[in-house]
C-alpha cells in the first residue's frame, strides 16, 4: 500500500494534508478534532496584533443546484489573545507529536515586531512558519497582508528579517491578487525563505442581494470585497503554482499547494504540479473534517493503481508538461465521435457547435429522438461537445494526424506554411 | 349491497387527497429542476400535444424566475396547471425524457409544472393581456379544455368571446370525468377563474346546444361558432341484464362522484369495472376508495394491449383492484331486480385489428363473477344525435373537420373529443388553440 507519509522540510505528517490558516485552525478544539480525524497537519491560523472581527464574515457562490462552488471572507487574523493561541498549541502539539503544526504569522511592518513575535511563538512546539502576505482584506488597508506580498521588494524585506530571527522552517504565503505569483515568489526566496505557498484568497465579490442591493457579505447595509476560494479558484491556482515550479528561482523549494483543494484528485493534481504538501479549508468548512478520510483513501488507491509507492514518486511529474504555445504541435489532429449506442439524444452537443464552434455536428430529426453525428471534415477538434455531453465516454476524441512529423508555430512561421484553413 | 356512508371522514379524505402531491419547498423543486439538462429540440416538447417549451420553464425554475416559468407553460398550454395533474405525463413528456435513455428516473416535469403553475395561480398572475378589441364576437359552445383553450388564444387576441356551458361549472371533464384524488372541483373552479381573469370570456352556464340554443341562433348572432361539445355517452355493452339496477356507467358515476358529498356516493360490495382505458381506471379506483370490498376490472384483452398507461394500472393495484385478463361481459344476472353476477366470455387473442391490437376472440368458455355492481368503462360515444341534428357532417357521431377544424357550416368550427372522439385533455387544449388559430384567420384580424 502506498505510503502518504510527507517530509516537508523536516515539518513531517502522515499525509500531505494539512490544514490550511483560517477558521478551521484558530483554537484547539478545531485542530484536536481535525487531528482525531486524521489530518496530517494544520497552519494555526494567523498570529499578529490583535484584532476586532465583524459580523457576518462568509458569502459564496451556488452553481446549478450546488452549494459553495466558490466561498468568500472577510474574518481578519486571529482575534483571540496570543497567549491563549499559544497554550493552545503547544497542548496540541503535546497531544499529536506526528503531525504538522505550522503556524502562519503576520506582524506589523518593523523589524521589531516581526521578531518579536517569532521569539514569542518559537519556542511553543510549532514546526515552521508560515508567513501570511497574502490576505487580501481588513489586513491590507493596515499596510499588511496582501498589501506586503504584492509589493517583491517589501516581501523581501520581510522575510529577511525573519530569517534574521526564525529557528524554524519558514514558509512564505504568496497573494494570487498579482498579475504574476513569480516576482514576489523570487524575492522571498532571494531572501531567504525555505518553502512557499499558495495561493491565498483572491479579492472578490461573490454577488448582491436584489432585495437590499447590498453586495454579499452584509455588514449592516454594506460590504467589503473578500478573499475567494474554493472549488472556483483551482484552476487559477494550478495556473500560479506551475509558474512558480517552472521557475529557475522559485522552484528551488518546495511548494505547500492551497486553492479550492476538494477531493484527493484536486490534490493529486497540485501534486503533479510541484507541491509537496497541499492545505484544505473551504472543502472542510462545507462538509467537516471527515473528508480527510476520502482525501487519503482515495490518493492511496490512486498511487497503489500507478505503482507509486511514496508521494515523492509522483510530485512534480506533470511540471514539463505545460509548455509554451508556440511549441505546441499543429501536425495533431483529433475528431469527435459519438458513440450512438451512448447517445441520448439531448442535443446539447449539436446546440453548442451550432451556435458557438464549427458547425460540426450534423442533425437528423426525429420525432421525439433526433440523430447527431459529427461532419469530421468541419471538427476542428475542440472539445467543446465532449465537455458539454452528458454521458460518459458517448464523444470521444479520435487522433487524426494531419501528418505524421512534429511541427510547432515557429518552425510553420518560418517555413512560410499556409495560414488560412478555411 | 350497494350503500353509502361506508367509512369515517377521516378514511375519505385520506382515499381522495391529493394522489401528487406537489412540491413542498422551492429547495425540493429546484433539486429537481436542477437535473434537467436543458435538452436542445428536446424530446419532451416534441411529445407535449401543446409543445410546452419544457426545458425553458425548469429552467426558469432553477433561476427563480417562476413568473417566466408560468408564462412558458401558459403560452403554449392555458390548463397548464390542470394537466400536471391529470396527463399521462408517462407516455408524452416523462416518457420521452432522455434520462429514460440512460436508464434513470426521466424528470419529474408535471410535478415541476405543477410548482410554477399553482404559484401563478396562488397569486393570482396576470401573465397575459388582451390586445385592443377588433370588434369581433366569438360564442364556444362547452367550457372544458378545448374551449376554454379557444377561448383564451381569442381573448388575447382582442375578441370577445361568450362561452355556452350545459353544466353549472366550466372545465369539462376536468370538472366532471376525472378521479377525484387527481384534480379537487375547488382547483378545477380555480382554474377556469383563473383562465378567465384575462377578461372578454363571458360563460354563459346551465346552456346546452339543441336545448337551450341552436347552432343556427348563434351564427346568426356571432361572427364564427366554435363546438367543443366533448363526447359524453358510454358505450353500451348491449347484453341481457344491462338495465338492472346497480349497473351504471363509469361517465355518470365519476359525474356523481364530483357533484356529490363522497359519504352520499353508493357503491357495491363486490363491483366489476368493464374495460381499461383512463375511465376505467378512474371509476375502478374510486370505487374501492369508496368503500367496496371487491372491485374486479374486465378486460377483453391482454396487459399489452391495454390502453392505460402501467402508471395508472400500478394506481389500481395498488388500491387492491383486480384484473380479469382475457374476459368480455357476457350477462349480467340479477335477482330482484339487482345485479347478482356478471357472467364473462373467456376470449384468447386473434389476429390485429384496425386499431393494430390483437383483437379478442370469444374461446366459448364462461365463467362467473358474483358481484353487486358493474360499472360500464368501455368507451365514450360521440353526441351523434346532436350533430346531426345540428346538421354537422359528421363520422359516427365525430364531427367531420378540415385544417384540424373547419367544419361543413360556414362560421362554425369544431375541436376536442366532439372530433377526435376522446382524446387527453392537453390534446384537447391543443385543439383549441388550433381552433382560435382558425377563427383568427377566417375573421381576418
Known amino acids: ?422 | 349491497m350497494i350503500s353509502n356512508n361506508r367509512l369515517t371522514e377521516l378514511e375519505y379524505q385520506a382515499n381522495f387527497a391529493d394522489i401528487h402531491p406537489p412540491f413542498e419547498t422551492r429547495d425540493a423543486a429546484a433539486v429537481e429542476a436542477n437535473r434537467c439538462l436543458f435538452c436542445y429540440d428536446a424530446p419532451c416538447i416534441k411529445s407535449c400535444p401543446t409543445s410546452i417549451n419544457i426545458p425553458k420553464f425548469i429552467k426558469q425554475i432553477t433561476t427563480d424566475n417562476i413568473k417566466g416559468s408560468a408564462h412558458t407553460i401558459f403560452v403554449s398550454n392555458i390548463m397548464g396547471a390542470g394537466c400536471s395533474k391529470v396527463c399521462p405525463v408517462e407516455k408524452l413528456c416523462e416518457g420521452s425524457c432522455v434520462y429514460n435513455l440512460m436508464h434513470e428516473e426521466p424528470i419529474n416535469i408535471a410535478k415541476l409544472q405543477r410548482y410554477s403553475t399553482e404559484a401563478a395561480m396562488a397569486n393570482n398572475w396576470q401573465l397575459f393581456s388582451r390586445k385592443e378589441s377588433n370588434g369581433k364576437k366569438v360564442a364556444i359552445i362547452g367550457a372544458g379544455p378545448a374551449g376554454l383553450s379557444c377561448a383564451h388564444v381569442l381573448s388575447r387576441e382582442g375578441t370577445d368571446v361568450t362561452i355556452y356551458e350545459k353544466e353549472a361549472l366550466g372545465g369539462g371533464l376536468m370538472t366532471y370525468g376525472i378521479a377525484a384524488y387527481k384534480v379537487t372541483p375547488e382547483f378545477c373552479k380555480a382554474e377556469v377563474d383563473y383562465i378567465t381573469s384575462i377578461g372578454g370570456i363571458d360563460i354563459k352556464y346551465n346552456q346546452a346546444l339543441g336545448k337551450d340554443v341552436s347552432l343556427k341562433q348563434l351564427t346568426e348572432q356571432y361572427d364564427a361558432v366554435y363546438i367543443a361539445i366533448g363526447v359524453g355517452e358510454a358505450r353500451q355493452l348491449d347484453i341481457p341484464g344491462e338495465d338492472l339496477a346497480g349497473v351504471e356507467d363509469a361517465i355518470s358515476y365519476i359525474y356523481h362522484l364530483r357533484t356529490s358529498d363522497y359519504k352520499e356516493m353508493p357503491v357495491g360490495d363486490r363491483v366489476a369495472v368493464i374495460g381499461l382505458g383512463m375511465t376505467a381506471i378512474d371509476a375502478a379506483t374510486q370505487a374501492k376508495r369508496l368503500g367496496a370490498k371487491d372491485v374486479t376490472i374486465v378486460y377483453r384483452r391482454t396487459y399489452d394491449e391495454k390502453p392505460c398507461t402501467d402508471v395508472e394500472l400500478d394506481i389500481a393495484k395498488l388500491d387492491g383492484c383486480q384484473v380479469e385478463w382475457l374476459a368480455a361481459p357476457k350477462e349480467i344476472i340479477g335477482e330482484n331486480g339487482k345485479v347478482k353476477q356478471l357472467v364473462c366470455s373467456r376470449m384468447k387473442l386473434g389476429e390485429p385489428d384496425a386499431s393494430g391490437r390483437k383483437s379478442p376472440v370469444d374461446t366459448g368458455e364462461t365463467f362467473t363473477l358474483d358481484v353487486d355492481m358493474v360499472i360500464k368503462a368501455a368507451g365514450q360515444m360521440p353526441f351523434s344525435e346532436l350533430v346531426n341534428t345540428e346538421g354537422l357532417k359528421n363520422n359516427y357521431g365525430k364531427i367531420s373537420v378540415e385544417n384540424k377544424t373547419v367544419t361543413n357550416i360556414n362560421k362554425v368550427f369544431a375541436g376536442g373529443d366532439c372530433v377526435n372522439g376522446g382524446k387527453e385533455v392537453v390534446d384537447a387544449v391543443q385543439a383549441g388553440k388550433d381552433g382560435a388559430a382558425e377563427i383568427l384567420k377566417f375573421l381576418g384580424v
Open chain 1, 1 to 422: 500500500m502506498a505510503d502518504l507519509f510527507t517530509d516537508f522540510l523536516g515539518i513531517k505528517s502522515p499525509n500531505p494534508f494539512w490544514l490550511a490558516s483560517a477558521p478551521p485552525t484558530d483554537k484547539k478544539i478545531n485542530v484536536l478534532r481535525a487531528f482525531e480525524a486524521g489530518w496530517g497537519g494544520v497552519v494555526w491560523k494567523t498570529l499578529g496584533s490583535q484584532v476586532k472581527n465583524v459580523s457576518s464574515r462568509y458569502s459564496a457562490v451556488d452553481y446549478h443546484g450546488s452549494r459553495v462552488m466558490g466561498f468568500n471572507n472577510i474574518e481578519l487574523i486571529s482575534d483571540r489573545p496570543l497567549d491563549i493561541n499559544l497554550k493552545e498549541i503547544e497542548e496540541c502539539v503535546k497531544l499529536f507529536p506526528d503531525r504538522a503544526m505550522v503556524v502562519s504569522l503576520m506582524a506589523d511592518n518593523n523589524r521589531k515586531a516581526w521578531h518579536e513575535l517569532i521569539k514569542k511563538v518559537e519556542d511553543r512546539g510549532a514546526h515552521g512558519f508560515e508567513l501570511n502576505f497574502g490576505c487580501p482584506h481588513g489586513m491590507t488597508e493596515r499596510g499588511l497582508g496582501a498589501a506586503v506580498g504584492q509589493d517583491p521588494e517589501i516581501t523581501g524585506m520581510i522575510v529577511e528579517w525573519v530569517m534574521e530571527a526564525a529557528t524554524i522552517p519558514v514558509i512564505t504565503k504568496l497573494t494570487p491578487n498579482v498579475h504574476s505569483v513569480v516576482p514576489a515568489g523570487r524575492a522571498a526566496v532571494k531572501a531567504g525563505t525555505n518553502a512557499l505557498s499558495l495561493i491565498n484568497t483572491i479579492q472578490s465579490v461573490t454577488g448582491i442581494d436584489l432585495d437590499t442591493l447590498v453586495p454579499n457579505p452584509y455588514v449592516d447595509g454594506k460590504s467589503v470585497f473578500g478573499g475567494y476560494c474554493g472549488p472556483a479558484v483551482k484552476p487559477i491556482a494550478l495556473k500560479m503554482l506551475t509558474t512558480i515550479a517552472q521557475d529557475p528561482v522559485t522552484s528551488r523549494v518546495p511548494i505547500s499547494g492551497i486553492g479550492g483543494v476538494t477531493t484527493w484528485k484536486d490534490a493529486a493534481e497540485f501534486m503533479l504540479l510541484g507541491s509537496t504538501s497541499v492545505q484544505v479549508c473551504t472543502a472542510a468548512m462545507k462538509h467537516g473534517f471527515r473528508i480527510i478520510e476520502d482525501l487519503c483513501e482515495g490518493l492511496s488507491n490512486w498511487m497503489d493503481e500507478k505503482g507509486y509507492r511514496k508521494t515523492t514518486d509522483f510530485i512534480g511529474k506533470s511540471v514539463e508538461k505545460i509548455t509554451h504555445w508556440e511549441d505546441l504541435d499543429i501536425n495533431y489532429h483529433h475528431v469527435a465521435n459519438i458513440n450512438q449506442d451512448k447517445c441520448i439524444h439531448c442535443g446539447l452537443c449539436y446546440i453548442a457547435c451550432e451556435d458557438t464552434s464549427h458547425q460540426s455536428i450534423n442533425l437528423q430529426y426525429g420525432k421525439p429522438y433526433n440523430t447527431y453525428t459529427i461532419k469530421e471534415e468541419e471538427c476542428v477538434g475542440c472539445n467543446l461537445c465532449k465537455l458539454i455531453c452528458p454521458v460518459d465516454n458517448c464523444i470521444t476524441m479520435v487522433e487524426q494526424r494531419v501528418a505524421p512529423e512534429y511541427i510547432n508555430w515557429k518552425e510553420w512561421q518560418k517555413q512560410g506554411l499556409p495560414l488560412n484553413d478555411h
